[in-house]
């Protein structure tokens, strides 16, 4: 439409001359995290540590964890919730409205995978604040070290975790060192790095499409179809997932740190 207006042609005329002479075509822009120099620099040195790293270690022992709210009403896609309505209609009552609640009702999720398991979701509830005291005790102590200790019985494992402040404090750095020695420290892992984590690049999308469209009439609702869909996950699809990630990794360093799923 603008470059109709800026030419004085029709919109038409436009529509052929990119069409036919052109040969283009229309794409939607590809979503990505933001990137600074310093970030593409940083991300291009570690993943060339953690490809040195898994040349010794197994990508498939990395515990991938992540945290993600969940809200008891999927926002509308206003690209594909549509109506079918006569033109007379089109600007009638009949015509349904899309909305959602300013602050829906919502809960925290943890949880982590492997190629080979899942770690029990843990939800935090919307008024409680993630520190430092509720990261190591309920979600390391009281709901991973169990899962570690009975997944692994006694094998190698590797965490891996994002660098949010509860996660890199010194009283959480000391609960690592005694019960996750190993752990993906920040030497090694990149911040500003969802493209390199399973759980952020591909299973909670999983997770939302086998929720999606639903409406919740309550939180507890909502964790219960988590569960559900949490569970249906099998094993199959996590060990493909974190098969993935060294190639991403090399994709990476291919792009020079910079985004890189156009590579894949």
């Known amino acids: 439409n603008r470059m109709a207006s800026q030419l004085g042609i029709a919109r038409s005329t436009v529509q052929s001359i ?7 075509k229309s794409y939607k822009l590809r979503r990505g995290q933001y990137l600074s120099d310093k970030s ?14 898994f040349q010794v270690r197994r990508v498939s022992d990395v515990i991938w964890t992540d945290e993600k709210i969940f809200t008891i009403e999927p926002l509308p896609n206003r690209q594909n919730q549509r109506q079918l309505l006569s033109k007379d209609d ?38 409680v604040k993630i520190n430092s005291e509720v990261y ?15 997944h692994f019985a006694g094998g190698p494992f590797i965490l891996q975790q ?16 005694a019960h996750f020695p190993g752990f993906l420290d920040k030497n090694l892992w990149p911040a500003s790095s969802p493209d390199l984590n399973p759980m952020d690049f591909s299973v909670w999308g999983m997770l939302e499409g086998k929720i999606a469209g639903k409406v919740f009439a309550t939180v507890d609702d909502l964790k219960a179809a988590l569960e559900v869909a949490w569970a249906s996950i099998d094993d199959g ?28």
């Open 162 to 177: 994002d660098w949010a402040p509860s996660h890199g404090s010194r009283s959480t750095l000391a609960v690592l060192e």
């Open 40 to 53: 593409k620099a940083m991300r291009l040195e570690k993943c060339r540590k953690l490809l040195q790293h």
């Open 18 to 24: 990119v069409k036919n002479d052109l040969k283009l």
């Open 237 to 264: 699809y996590l060990r493909r997932t974190v098969n993935s990630v060294k190639k991403r990794l090399r994709a990476c360093v291919k792009a020079r740190g910079s985004n890189f799923e156009i590579l894949l």
């Open 90 to 127: 089109s600007m009638s009552p009949k015509r349904r409205l899309a909305h959602n609640r300013l602050f829906p009702k919502s809960v925290m999720v943890w949880a982590g995978i492997t190629a080979t398991g899942k770690t029990p979701l843990v939800f935090i509830e919307r008024n």
């Open 136 to 150: 190591q005790k309920i979600v390391l102590m009281d709901n991973l070290l169990p899962w570690v200790t009975q």
